[in-house]
């Protein structure tokens, strides 16, 4: 990667309207598509209950979490990635494919010698990547998640479900309980009071903290279950990188070695986006409309951001659905939180426990880390960055 931004440390640039990430000739404000000037509607991931009222009333564009990454090279959009890139200028065969999975729109691209194989691969992984969404997701009774959370326990776990659950425990430990995936029963409560056009009570939340702890979570080959009644997870912030980690390995095992898969703005950039050259990303403002922040390149690297303007709970952004799970609350202190590392479900995970974290901790876990990297923004939009950010070298 190349360095974003000259300068790592601290600024406290002039507030701006708020947003995501752009190309540079996108339109700042978000839900754009910058191919045909439509107006998407700016919503986040799983809206829940009357955040969009809430933002609506405040004067806040609800701005969605795919708006805060762009990738240079698909021009801002990647349902037109290819037909803005070198591999079309070319005369290369690719393919190109959009889906809903996850909640949340999913693009997927790839470049090969042969037209019929780009497609099938791409339909191949798409399907592969449903399939792991039927298991992890919390919104199917049927699947893994929902069964577990509906019964409290299930037998033989899939090793897709086994290994988010193992990398979940373990960022829980790396954060000291920052990050811990039976939060569930605390967003629930949260979910309960906006449906009821309200703010949950403090008994409220107090009354579901001792469900939360990921060291009752119980699993291995045999069986995955809680130890205690009432717990539940939510797989909302580590499962849609693993999928996409998955969705890319399944294009490379295929002998597809540059391949571009975006979901809700967790993204994964494999090989190069043209002979000799990385992708490049850029990153937006957590509050809509202005240049972009920072920019950088990535090549077999993976970037996940997280943002309290994603489903916020409050007009003011100050409650959200970035929960610290030791207190039911949100972190006070950052707006935003991008990291780079070399997965995705590592990236996704790390932006959500950074958020918790809030931006000194997070810069000195992350140094600790050489090759992770994190761009943080606080609530007055002052940027604390890793020392490397926008260095980090992917083999």
Known sequence: MSAAMSNAGHSEPQPQPAGGSRDDDAPAAPGVDVTTGRTIPAVGDDLIGNQADLANRAGLPLVSRRGALRIF???????????????????????????????????LTLVGDDPAACAAAADATLAHMRALESLLTRHRADSEVGRLNATGRITRPSAALRDCLTLAREISELGDGAFDITVQPVLDVYRAALRAHRQPDAGEIAAVLPLVDQR????????????????????????????????????????????????????????????????????????????????????????????????????????????????????????????????????????????????????????????????????????????????????
């Open 216 to 395: 009752a979570l119980r699993f291995d080959e045999s069986a995955a279950w809680f130890t205690r009644p009432g717990m539940r997870i939510t797989l909302d912030g580590i499962g849609k990188g693993y999928i996409i980690d998955r969705g890319v390995a399944a294009l490379r095992a295929r002998g597809f070695a540059n391949v571009f898969v975006e979901a809700g703005g967790d993204l994964s950039a494999a090989g190069q986006r043209e002979a000799g050259a990385p992708w490049r990303i850029g990153i937006r403002p957590p509050r809509a409309g202005g240049a972009l922040q920072a920019r950088f390149e990535a090549r077999n690297q993976a970037v996940a951001t997280s943002g309290d303007y994603m489903q916020p709970f409050t007009p003011d952004y100050r409650q959200h659905h970035i929960i610290d799970p030791r207190t039911g609350r949100s972190s006070p202190e950052l707006a935003s939180s991008t990291v780079v590392a070399p997965d995705a479900a590592t990236a996704d995970a790390l932006a959500t426990l950074t958020m918790v974290l809030g931006p000194a901790r997070s810069r000195a876990l992350l140094e600790q880390r050489p090759d992770c990297e994190g761009y943080f923004v606080s609530k007055r939009l002052g940027v604390i960055q890793t020392s490397r950010f926008g260095h980090v070298a992917a083999c």
């Open 73 to 107: 090279a698909l021009g801002g959009a990647a349902a037109a990635a290819w037909s803005l890139g070198w591999w079309r200028r070319a005369g290369l065969p690719r393919a190109t494919r959009a889906a809903t999975l996850m909640g949340t729109s999913v693009h």
